[in-house]
Nanobody, 126 residues
Framework: QLQLVESGGDLVQPGGSLKLSCAAS????????IGWFRQAPGKEREGVSCIGSSLSPKNYAASVRGRFTISRDNAKNTVYLQMNSLKPEDTAVYYC???????????????????WGQGTQVTVSS
């Protein structure tokens, strides 16, 4: 059974860093595009970053570009989201999703048929 588990969320001060992990089980991530999304209280879910399978390019939302980095370690069957220079507005539940396609998009409709994890809470506050 295909399963995704996010981890690494925590309470961090503004300007701090966190590294989120999205670990897959029941399938190998090699042939899957992976997306990171977040949802803050009272707001709609938004795409943060995604990475295609193989050597496909990475995409970032404008709000995180230059601060967040997505990467994948196929040997560990895990995708990471390194988050630096965190801001209070980054506070949200972060989710990862997987779809068996080569390219990726931050468009929500693109991930309609994807598998999703349960989320991990990131809180940026002093």
């Amino acid at each position: 059974q295909l399963q995704l588990v996010e981890s690494g969320g925590d309470l961090v001060q503004p300007g701090g860093s966190l590294k989120l992990s999205c670990a897959a089980s029941g399938f190998t991530l090699d042939n899957y595009a992976i997306g990171w999304f977040r949802q803050a209280p009272g707001k709609e879910r938004e795409g943060v970053s995604c990475i295609g399978s193989s050597l496909s390019p990475k995409n970032y939302a404008a709000s995180v570009r230059g601060r967040f980095t997505i990467s994948r370690d196929n040997a560990k069957n895990t995708v990471y989201l390194q988050m630096n220079s965190l801001k209070p507005e980054d506070t949200a539940v972060y989710y990862c999703a997987a779809r068996s396609v080569v390219m990726c998009s931050l468009n929500q409709a693109f991930w309609g048929s994807a598998s999703w994890g349960q989320g991990t809470q990131v809180t940026v506050s002093s």
